[in-house]
């Protein structure tokens, strides 16, 4: 008889992370939650309307999650997502105030050009800053994006004193509220960065070194990448990811403030690891990631068609998260006892 | 003592201090009023709470984990021994020792999840996080309570002092408890066997094992001290706002974190002081309470905290670079 020894924790949780079971729990989840909730809710979920409204919810914590999603692969973090997202926000949105959106066609699209100019600007600064703390002063990401996300969240309200800019422009209603072709606009703004995030994260030399930086940054650095720089690039691909979200977020509720979505951020890095992202880095795809926001949306909206409150819905999220952690770790110890497969 | 002093200077402590009095001396000479007995009373008073968390939160960062879900616990704790102080005849023993028990449940809780699921500690914190405030919010509707016993809302002050003008100083709960949560730390970190071990966790976990630590223990001791000291704080700031509210804490856990770090306790466990702790405590309420005192905008005062926390954290990454090339070079 073989005696078995029992892996230590730190192996059992990197096969808990391996992407393809990951898809196949969550999509069995999502199943099992699809058949409870349709018996619970029958033609009240699976009619239009609440799968459009599920449709315009989704996006924005989805492209926050994919900001989350770039640095947590390379084995860090970032904190200062919503507050870059709401800084963009109104940088765009003084943009949009204080210069006319009236006049020729012309200017109109150039000051619109401008908005976005400013927002994905201010971003980039933000990326650049985290980036450059991180890489260089070997800051380590939780603490460095902590600072940056209290300074430039004291800028915003330093800048607006805590208060709402509103009124965009017809175009900015439209990115946030309207439909081509009975699909939201949010929803394709989300298709349309997350399929090349897809590729871009597994199938190009950028990709393959973020998550080589989070399985081993020193073995990086010895096969001769410049980790530095792919560290920044990292934190200024979240920066720029949160300004899309905070732009999605500005045209949604048509006004932009320091203080939005705040509650996000915690949820951002809840929705990643339940999506098979390996927290310590080095582990995940885009596909899980949307698989993972898909059974979390669809709580929320049944949590909200049944009319509980929402926070149940945030306390399922958590629950949900070490659900599935603790089976598959009742999994990986029930496969202790059976029979092990013969080496080939 | 030369030897004392030279090495203090060398310790991040010792920096921290010379910025933290450089700090003093400028608040006391540019505002009147910083410098003043009935100024200090007041911060202690406002600063027990986050205080009093930073304590806990130093000991689960030296044992190389970290909590997030401390102010949904301490939120949890207040509100469920508010509602029964409320409804039954107690005192202040019993609504201490509800206080004390749901905070050390959900720091227990904490424990048992990262023992067992194989996820990193913040995971797990802040899917706890999420599930006791979202249970809390949906139980109780998110309303909040008002109106407290009486032996409560009168609380637990002395006056110490009146002065010429008759202005009352006052010791209350508040400082009571902040105290006491520096100093049970203390004693905890430097003059018992299980600081020790929390120190040996933090620095080295397959080495601790190896000695013969328990891990799971010490995480359940860990963590459910810092619940404890979350139960505790939530009943001191409960008497200082003079009211309870669902989800006034929660979102405040960053800051205490921030507090911690500045106070030179690293994330990746081993390392940090509660004098460390108490200056990076000190230095937030200063800075936060001089911008006032000097006429800034409250406005700003938010993007100066996140001005100093990033200073302060690329400083101290730096001066552990120069410690490593130091060590390398010696090596050598």
């Known amino acids: ?344 | 003592m030369p030897d004392l002093s030279k090495r203090l200077l060398h310790s991040h402590e010792g920096k921290l201090l010379l910025v933290v009095l450089a700090l003093v001396i400028f608040l006391s000479l540019a505002t009147k009023s910083f410098l003043s007995l009935q100024n200090m009373i007041d911060l202690l008073t406002s600063y027990s709470f986050s205080g009093m968390l930073a304590a806990g939160l130093l000991v689960v960062l030296i044992s190389g984990g970290i909590d997030i879900s401390f102010t949904a616990s301490a939120s949890v704790a207040q509100y469920v021994a508010m509602t029964i102080a409320n409804q039954y005849h107690i005192g202040w023993i019993e609504v201490i020792l509800i206080c004390a028990v749901v905070g050390i449940a959900c720091g227990l809780i904490n424990a048992v999840l990262i023992g067992t699921l194989g996820l990193s500690s913040i995971i797990v914190t802040i899917a706890t996080l999420n599930v006791f405030f979202g249970l809390l919010m949906f139980v109780t509707h998110g309303n909040e309570i008002f109106a407290l016993p009486d032996w409560f809302v009168n609380g637990a002050n002395w006056v110490v002092y009146t002065d010429k003008q008759g202005n009352p100083y006052i010791f209350n709960l508040q400082m009571i408890g902040l105290i006491a949560a520096f100093v049970l730390t203390a004693l905890l970190l430097t003059r018992t066997n299980i600081g020790r071990q929390i120190y040996a966790l933090g620095s080295n976990k397959d080495a601790a094992q190896r000695v013969g630590i328990k891990v799971f223990r010490l995480n359940l001791l860990v963590y459910g001290y810092m619940g404890f000291v979350a139960g505790m704080a939530s009943l001191v700031q409960a008497q200082d706002a003079q009211s309870v509210s669902p989800n006034a804490l929660v979102g405040r856990e960053l800051d205490v974190l921030a507090a911690v770090v500045l106070g030179g306790a690293s994330l990746t466990g081993g390392v940090g002081t509660v004098f460390g702790t108490i200056l990076g405590v000190m230095l937030l309420a200063f800075l936060q309470n001089g911008l006032l005192l000097l006429g800034v905008q409250s406005y700003w005062s938010e993007c100066f905290t996140g001005a100093v926390i990033l200073i302060a954290v690329s400083a101290l990454a730096l001066e552990r670079q120069r410690q490593r090339a130091g060590v390398r070079r010696v090596m050598a």
């Open chain 1, 1 to 344: 008889m073989v005696t078995y020894t029992a892996p230590p924790a730190r192996a059992a949780a990197a096969r808990l992370w391996k992407p393809g079971p990951v898809l196949l729990r969550l999509t069995v989840l999502f199943l099992l939650l699809m058949f409870l909730f349709g018996v619970l809710l029958g033609h009240r979920l699976f009619n239009g309307a609440a799968i459009r409204s599920m449709a315009f919810q989704l996006p924005e914590l989805a492209i926050f999650s994919l900001a989350m999603m770039v640095p947590l692969l390379s084995g860090g973090l970032d904190l200062s997502i919503i507050a870059t997202a709401n800084l963009s926000a109104l940088a765009a949105a003084f943009v949009f105030t204080h210069f006319g959106v009236s006049g020729s066609d012309a200017s109109v699209l150039l000051w619109h050009i401008a908005a976005l100019v400013a927002a994905f600007g201010v971003a980039a600064m933000v990326g650049l800053l985290n980036g450059t703390v991180i890489a260089y002063l070997g800051v380590s990401p939780i603490l460095a994006t902590l600072g940056t996300m209290t300074m430039v969240k004291g800028i915003a309200v330093g800048l607006t004193h805590g208060g709402v800019i509103a009124g965009f422009p017809p175009f900015m209603v439209f990115i946030g509220n309207g439909s081509i072709l009975g699909v939201p606009v949010v929803l394709l703004v989300f298709a349309v960065i997350a399929i090349p995030m897809g590729v871009l994260l597994t199938r190009t030399p950028f990709g393959q070194r973020v998550t080589m930086l989070g399985s081993n940054l020193q073995a990086v650095r010895y096969s001769g990448i410049d980790t530095r720089r792919v560290l920044v690039r990292v934190y200024l691909l979240s920066a720029l990811l949160s300004a899309v979200a905070g732009l999605l977020m500005m045209a949604r509720f048509n006004s932009a403030n320091a203080a939005y979505g705040e509650s996000y951020l915690l949820i951002t890095i809840l929705a990643a690891v339940l999506g098979g992202i390996d927290p310590a880095g080095g582990f995940g795809k885009v596909s899980g990631l949307v698989m993972s926001l898909i059974v979390l949306q669809l709580v929320s909206t049944a949590a909200n068609l049944l009319n509980v409150s929402q926070f149940l819905s945030l306390a399922l999220w958590g629950a949900i998260l070490l659900g599935v952690a603790g089976i598959g770790r009742v999994w990986a110890w029930a496969r202790l006892f059976l029979p092990a497969r013969k080496p080939s």
